[in-house]
């Protein structure tokens, strides 16, 4: 069946959250996310992609890139779409994550969005999967911060049921990777921390010069059981203008680290998994007995510790985890309740008592693409 030439993109979340102080944020109703957009197919090779995001206090771009598959395996995008490091980041739609939202590290860690070129590489005759990526690194779509790119680099072996040579009957399925980001920033802020709906526990210093950030994952999954494990270590350079002329050298700064990771555990109660994108595969109707749609129960540990390596910088992170239960009643449409707890090693500025965080986040999703 020939695929369409023109797809929308639609992917809505409505929240209820309940914050364990106003400083976090209010009890109550949220949009998490408004995205709209759409794929335009017109041959098999070709493929153009743009959405926005309409959730936050002015618009947002999230995604405008053309995809072109010259051979059979090699896939090249150029434009403003996601750098290729951790798994759970790259290659599973936000939405579609067993607990809502990315795990702690990945989300202070992960270099996000920005403006370049990527070729991708993924034959079908080994268990091996490469990117490479040459882009602005300043997660923006309109330019750089200075001359330097950014460059990304990532390899996966693939193993089971993850191999593109498997059985389709393949029982289990294991990838194994990681990768590396380097970019030269000029006067932006370090990696810090954030909760899941956004709040900034630690605030990190600025850094200018040489960033580099690597990760390793690992995904492996047996029947309805899937366990993700990600860590990551980031180097930041620092230095200061001391006298106001950008033409004489900056005052070298100590460098700082920062590091974590985050283990995952997800059980599909009811229905399968699908690889494209993670949504699981909803059962038809009269499959099974009892509630009707796919049932996901998931649970996750995670560190994260920022600021490492510098005596003139305080370092700060947090420990903690989530549990969700997520009940996706259709293709295209899911709902669900996560619970999220962490412990900060040092107390947010705007609440200087506080070292203990949870939120309780009922979400429902509605998914096109």
């Given at each position: 069946?020939?695929?369409?030439?023109?797809?929308?993109?639609?992917?809505?979340?409505?929240?209820?959250?309940?914050?364990?102080?106003?400083?976090?944020?209010?009890?109550?109703?949220?949009?998490?996310?408004?995205?709209?957009?759409?794929?335009?197919?017109?041959?098999?090779?070709?493929?153009?992609?743009?959405?926005?995001?309409?959730?936050?206090?002015?618009?947002?771009?999230?995604?405008?890139?053309?995809?072109?598959?010259?051979?059979?395996?090699?896939?090249?995008?150029?434009?403003?779409?996601?750098?290729?490091?951790?798994?759970?980041?790259?290659?599973?739609?936000?939405?579609?994550?067993?607990?809502?939202?990315?795990?702690?590290?990945?989300?202070?860690?992960?270099?996000?969005?920005?403006?370049?070129?990527?070729?991708?590489?993924?034959?079908?005759?080994?268990?091996?999967?490469?990117?490479?990526r040459v882009g602005?690194?300043?997660?923006?779509?309109?330019?750089?911060?200075?001359?330097?790119?950014?460059?990304?680099?990532?390899?996966?072996?693939?193993?089971?049921?993850?191999?593109?040579?498997?059985?389709?009957?393949?029982?289990?399925?294991?990838?194994?990777?990681?990768?590396?980001?380097?970019?030269?920033?000029?006067?932006?802020?370090?990696?810090?921390?954030?909760?899941?709906?956004?709040?900034?526990?630690?605030?990190?210093?600025?850094?200018?010069?040489?960033?580099?950030?690597?990760?390793?994952?690992?995904?492996?999954?047996?029947?309805?059981?899937?366990?993700?494990?990600?860590?990551?270590?980031?180097?930041?350079?620092?230095?200061?203008?001391?006298?106001?002329?950008?033409?004489t050298p900056r005052?070298?700064?100590?460098?700082?680290?920062?590091?974590?990771?985050?283990?995952?555990?997800?059980?599909?109660?009811?229905?399968?998994?699908?690889?494209?994108?993670?949504?699981?595969?909803?059962?038809?109707?009269?499959?099974?007995?009892?509630?009707?749609?796919?049932?996901?129960?998931?649970?996750?540990?995670?560190?994260?510790?920022?600021?490492?390596?510098?005596?003139?910088?305080?370092?700060?992170?947090?420990?903690?985890?989530?549990?969700?239960?997520?009940?996706?009643?259709?293709?295209?449409?899911?709902?669900?309740?996560?619970?999220?707890?962490?412990?900060?090693?040092?107390?947010?500025?705007?609440?200087?008592?506080?070292?203990?965080s949870w939120l309780?986040?009922?979400?429902?999703?509605?998914?096109?693409?």
């Open positions: 069946m020939a695929e369409p030439l023109f797809s929308p993109l639609l992917v809505g979340e409505l929240d209820y959250r309940v914050h364990s102080t106003e400083v976090e944020g209010f009890t109550g109703f949220a949009l998490g996310r408004f995205r709209l957009g759409g794929a335009l197919r017109p041959t098999e090779r070709f493929l153009a992609v743009g959405s926005v995001e309409w959730a936050l206090e002015k618009p947002l771009l999230t995604d405008a890139l053309v995809l072109f598959t010259p051979v059979e395996g090699i896939h090249l995008s150029l434009g403003y779409g996601k750098t290729p490091l951790f798994a759970s980041a790259k290659d599973v739609a936000v939405e579609a994550l067993s607990i809502p939202e990315l795990s702690l590290p990945v989300r202070a860690l992960w270099p996000q969005r920005d403006l370049g070129l990527e070729a991708q590489f993924s034959p079908k005759t080994l268990p091996l999967e490469a990117w490479l602005n690194g300043s997660r923006s779509s309109l330019g750089n911060d200075n001359a330097a790119p950014a460059v990304d680099v990532r390899l996966d072996s693939l193993w089971g049921g993850a191999s593109p040579a498997a059985a389709p009957d393949t029982s289990w399925g294991l990838r194994l990777g990681g990768g590396v980001h380097a970019e030269d920033a000029f006067d932006r802020a370090g990696i810090g921390g954030t909760t899941p709906t956004g709040f900034l526990f630690y605030r990190p210093v600025p850094v200018s010069g040489w960033r580099w950030v690597t990760e390793a994952h690992a995904v492996f999954w047996s029947g309805p059981l899937q366990v993700t494990a990600e860590g990551g270590v980031a180097w930041e350079q620092r230095s200061r203008d001391t006298d106001g002329n950008p033409q005052e070298t700064l100590p460098g700082i680290r920062a590091q974590g990771g985050a283990v995952e555990v997800s059980w599909l109660v009811r229905g399968k998994r699908r690889p494209a994108r993670g949504w699981p595969v909803v059962p038809s109707e009269g499959e099974g007995m009892g509630i009707q749609g796919a049932v996901e129960v998931a649970g996750r540990v995670e560190r994260l510790v920022a600021g490492l390596g510098a005596s003139d910088v305080q370092t700060g992170g947090s420990g903690g985890g989530a549990l969700a239960v997520r009940w996706w009643a259709t293709d295209f449409v899911g709902a669900g309740v996560a619970g999220y707890y962490l412990r900060y090693d040092h107390p947010p500025i705007e609440a200087p008592d506080r070292r203990d309780v986040l009922s979400r429902v999703t509605v998914s096109f693409r």
